[in-house]
Structure formats: C-alpha cells, structure tokens
C-alpha cells in the first residue's frame, strides 16, 4: 500500500490555486475584492496581454504596515474573522484568507503599500524576499501580478485568447462597478485606457448604469424597490422588448456581492414566463440586502455562489417583485422619476441598509405615453363588451361596414388622445394601424386579442374558477384508447377551466362546454393542445398528478388564449380595433403576447420625418 505522506506546503497552495483562480479575471476579482474590504473609493486596474502576462491592482485603501506583509501572503491569514460567529455573518467581500497565497504559489507577485500615517511605502516580491524593503509609494496598496501559471503549465494550455480573457476581465469590472457606484474605477489595456469610470452620488447612479451597460438598458428599464421579512431589492429589470441572446446583462448582487445564482436566476426567469419569448435571456441589475446570519456565502471556493437559509422565501419575494415591476402598465421607468428615490443602493461598507417598504410609484400611463390611459377616461361605451362581441365573430371573417374592408375614416385627433390612440386602418388582415399624439402604433391583434384573453382567463380563474357555457352543437372528437383514457384522467382539470367533457366509447370524446369567450374557437384544436399541456405535468411521489396541475394553469391558460382570440386574416372594424385597443391600455403586460413577442410598436412623427427627409 503506497505510504501517506503530507503534501508540501507549495503544492497545496497550487491546489487551492486551482479552486480560486481559474483565468486572469478570477486573479483581479481577488484583487479588487480586497481592495474593497481595504475601504478604497479609486481603483485602478492595468492589464497586459488579457493578463497572463502581468496584472495589477492600486487602491487607495488603508494599506498594510511592513511586519504585516509577509502574513498577507501567508495561507489562511486574514484581518477580516477572528471567530466561527463572524464566519457566520461574514460581511466582508474577501474573508478565507487563501487568495494572496495561492495567487503567489502560480505567478510571480509583487506587493507594495503604505498606510496613510507612514513616511513611505514597503516592497515585497514574493518568493525572493525575506522581508518587505522600503521604496517609494502612494497611500494604499498595489498588487503586480505577472507570468500566470508559468510553473502550471497544464493549466495555462487551457487559457483562450487574449481578447477572451481580456472580455472576461471588462465584464467583471463592469459588475463590480455597478456594485459599488461610490468607488471609482479605471481599466487600462495594453497602454490604452478601456474603462474610466468616476465614482458617483446616489442621484446620478444612472450615469454609471450607461457607462457600463448602455444607454439602451437604461432607456428600458423599469424601476423595483420592495421589501418584505426582513428583505430588501432594489434595481433595475429591461422591459421584455430588450431581451438578450445571451445572459451577459444578467448582474445581482447579494449584500454587495456579486453572485450568479440557480434559485435567483429561475426566481427572475419565472417572473419573465408570460412575457418574454424562451429562446431569449432577460437583462436586470438588482440587489438583494438582507441579514448576513440569513445567508451563507462560503459555499464556495471563489464565493460565487450562497445559499439562504429560507430559500424559498427569498424565491417567492423575488418572483413577486421582479412580477409586478413586469404587471406594471407603464413600465415605471426610473430615470426622471419624480420623488422618486435611487433604485439600486449605495452600499456603506456592504453593511445592508434598513429594510423599509417599498415605495409606491404611480404607472406613469400605459407604455410611457401619458398617465391617463387607466383612468377610464377614453372609454367609449363598454369596450369589454363590443371586445367579447369581436371575439364572437372570430372566425367568420365579416369585413367593416361600409367603404374598403378593415378601414373607414378615423376618429379625429382632438382633445384627450388615448396611449395608443384611434385605429385608422387594419392591414394585411393583421396589423392595427393607430394614430396618437406621437405618430403612428402598429398593433399585432391576434398577439394583442390573445394578452388580452390570457390576463382575462386568469383573472377569472383566479377569482372564481372558469365556468362553461353549454355547446349549441357538442363536438365529438375521435381519439385513441389512450388519449381517451388520459381525457378520464384529466376531466377534473378540464372542468376547472371551463371545458367539460364526456368519453362516449372507447375511442370518442365529446366537448358539452367550453367559456363563453372561446365558443368560436377550433374547440377539436384546442382541446387536444390542453390535453398535451396537460400530459406534459410530471408525476407527483404517489403517483398522482393532481397536486402539480396548478404549477401548469398559466400554459394551459395561455393555450386557451392563442385559441380563442383574433385569427390572422379576420377583418375588423374601427369599433372594433378601437375596443381592442382600449383593452390592451387596461391589461397589464399587455406589450408582450403570451409568448414573449411584442403586441405593438410606435413611430413618432419625428421618426416618420426622418424616414421621409421632410426639413432636409
């Protein structure tokens, strides 16, 4: 049996190395981290060859005094816990005490700083000197970091290219920027400035929210501020309409800390589920305070990830916040907001702000366009009932009455003007064309008609259940022996929408009800899509289905929907858009289908000028 020895001291720092420094970025993120914990408001960040070649870090923190130093880069050495109560409640960005060393063990390092009370600065290399020698230098601390795993080779074969890591390294400077937005930043590689980022007060956040993730974020964005149980969020999420193909706009921050979270991620996604299309990716900035005892961040090596102790709770208030900033028909955003506070904090030394009420913010009007497109106001007549009307002619394909199908003479632009104005036309029997005080909106109706239906279903759902009404003419639908039996399985969650069904032979199923909304739906169409919505519910431990069908009511809902509202083709009238239109300023999320497409879209005059080179 082979003997069992210790490891030596420089391979079990290369060890560690590997769990805490995966690429040049993981090196700075240790770096800056500490400069943080070291009280620093100007960080300066220089970078060659994406940094496998050198790396440095300057803060202006408190620095370290000379007997100091050689500790610092010692394993397991830090000023940051003293006791298992403060790793319970750790506060700090950097507290294991491993991250000096193992840098060191797979790079040549070199550490300078001075306090602010000393006459001048001590010099360390690493590896080379035994003790720290004086040398000139600003107040604070400044880490050299060159020739990554030149002793590792195997590790450096799996770095990318230079531009890779370098792209690595912006992103996480942009994050941790937005993190603390107190602190001054600046990034330079390869001799060229890249970032230069001052630091800023709470009332111009948004200057560094476009510095560091566009103009275009910042122009979509809805504002959140919730708190709940000893939780606090506050931030920033992109309307639907901004949706990513990648997650690269995705920043949260747990009590100053930058995290990448499966159970915040699913919370946020889920949130997005009505309203955002699934091969798109939403784009946020938030941040989470609560209790440090309530949250455990050393779960991992380069403390990426943590864990809550009710990690539902913190789920569900996620979810419920981030679902109402979405509901919200005027997409709140936070910029020139009047009263309104900063949405995402600026930390004091990562300590979590008291956690207060949210604050309640008025919509703003629907989409932007003006604050009275919920008051009632525009209403002419009931618009819910010539809409149930529409939706009862769904399929026979009436033109409007009189002159061109689809098209008749507009109501005049006078006086108040509803958001989204006055249908003056139907094109292509699928686009609503509408005038409003801006210009021009161009409706998808059946993506519209179909928002419209869903919020309506759930509501109703919700409140009462679904109730059916009784088919003229029941539909018998030919299945097989094991569709017929999935039907007997699932009639209980059929008739809790409102669609009630009998099996009459071993092959046939009839439909005796369905809502009054979706009587002049395909009903053979839609039934079949329910009841493959359905079958795809899993199993429940006993075997049961029956205690999981709600966590799917929304797609089944959402089927319901697509099915019963304005097919493409179906030519409306004005009355008929107009109600349309109406409804959509009443309907919350109604800017995004059920399929996370857009409803509608607006072109000022101004826009249309340009288009057109009027005044050039």
């Not at 420094?21 to 300066?44: C, H, M, Q, T, Y």
């Not at 790396?55 to 202006?60: F, G, I, P, Q, T």
């Not at 949130?271 to 005892?293: C, G, K, M, N």
């Not at 209403?379 to 809409?387: I, M």
Request: net charge negative; charged share 25%; glycine share 8%.
């Amino acid at each position: 049996m082979p003997e069992i020895l210790a490891l030596p001291q420089s391979l079990v720092n290369q060890i560690a190395a590997g769990e805490v420094v995966e690429r040049p970025a993981s090196v700075i993120k240790e770096l800056v981290e500490n400069a943080l914990d070291a009280g620093a408001d100007r960080i300066e960040v220089q970078v060659v060859a994406g940094g496998v070649k050198q790396l440095s870090v300057r803060d202006n923190g408190h620095g370290m005094p000379p007997e100091q130093m050689p500790l610092a880069l010692a394993p397991h050495a830090t000023s940051k816990i003293r006791n298992l109560d403060d790793l319970e409640a750790v506060a700090s960005l950097g507290f294991r005490g491993e991250a000096l060393a193992s840098i060191q063990s797979i790079s040549r390092l070199r550490l300078v700083s001075r306090t602010a009370d000393a006459e001048h600065g001590w010099e360390l290399e690493a590896g080379v000197d035994d003790e720290p020698r004086p040398t000139p230098a600003r107040p604070g601390t400044l880490v050299d970091v060159r020739d990554l795993f030149f002793n590792v080779p195997a590790r450096r074969k799996f770095l990318r290219t230079e531009r890779t890591e370098f792209g690595h390294i912006d992103q996480l400077l942009r994050r941790l920027a937005l993190a603390n937005p107190a602190v001054s930043f600046s990034l330079v590689h390869n001799g060229r400035g890249v970032l230069d980022l001052p630091a800023v007060e709470a009332a111009d956040l948004e200057r560094r929210i476009a510095a560091t993730l566009g103009r275009a974020f910042l122009d979509q964005a809805r504002d959140i501020d919730a708190a709940a149980s000893g939780l606090a969020l506050r931030g920033l999420v992109a309307s639907p309409q901004y949706a990513r193909s990648s997650t690269d706009q995705q920043l949260f921050f747990v009590n100053g800390r930058v995290v990448r979270d499966r159970l915040i991620a699913h919370a946020v996604r889920r949130a997005y589920a009505d309203v955002l299309h699934q091969a798109r990716h939403p784009a946020y900035v938030l941040s989470l305070w609560l209790d440090p005892t309530a949250v455990d961040v050393n779960v991992h090596p380069t403390k990426a990830e943590v864990r809550f102790r009710d990690a539902r709770g913190v789920h569900d208030f996620l979810f419920q916040a981030v679902h109402r900033a979405l509901a919200a028909p005027g997409g709140g955003r936070h910029a020139g907001a009047e009263g309104a506070e900063p949405s995402f904090p600026v930390a004091d030394d990562h300590v979590p702000p008291p956690v207060r009420p949210a604050t309640g913010r008025s919509s703003g009007g629907f989409g932007g366009f003006g604050g009275a497109g919920r008051s009632g106001v525009y209403s002419a007549g009931d618009s819910g009932q010539a809409y149930l009307s529409l939706l009862a002619q769904g399929h026979r394909g009436e033109s409007s009455p009189g002159g061109a199908p689809g098209v008749r003479e507009p109501a005049p632009i006078e006086g108040e003007v509803p958001p989204l104005g006055y249908a003056v036309a139907h094109l292509g029997g699928v686009y609503i064309l509408a005038q409003n005080r801006e210009g021009l909106v161009i409706v998808d109706a059946h993506a519209a008609a179909e928002r419209v239906t869903y919020e309506r279903l759930k509501e109703k759902y919700r409140d009462q259940g679904l109730s059916g009404a009784p088919l003229l003419l029941p539909v018998d639908l030919s299945v097989s022996p094991g569709e017929a039996d999935a039907f007997e399985e699932f009639c209980d969650a059929f008739a809790a929408t409102g669609v009630v069904l009998d099996r009459i032979g071993p092959e046939r199923v009839r439909v005796r009800e369905v809502p009054v909304m979706l009587r002049e739906a395909d009903i053979e169409a839609l039934v079949r899509e329910m009841l493959a919505e359905l079958r795809r519910v899993p199993l429940a431990p006993d075997g049961a289905r029956s205690s999981v069908i709600d966590d799917r009511v929304d797609e089944i809902l959402s089927t319901m929907a697509c099915h019963g509202s304005v097919r493409a083709n179906r030519r409306l009238g004005i009355e008929e858009m107009n109600a349309l239109l109406r409804d959509m300023e009443r309907t919350e999320r109604s800017d995004q289908c059920n399929h996370g497409r857009p409803t509608w879209r607006a072109l000022s005059l101004q826009e249309l000028d340009r288009w057109f080179m009027r005044g050039q």
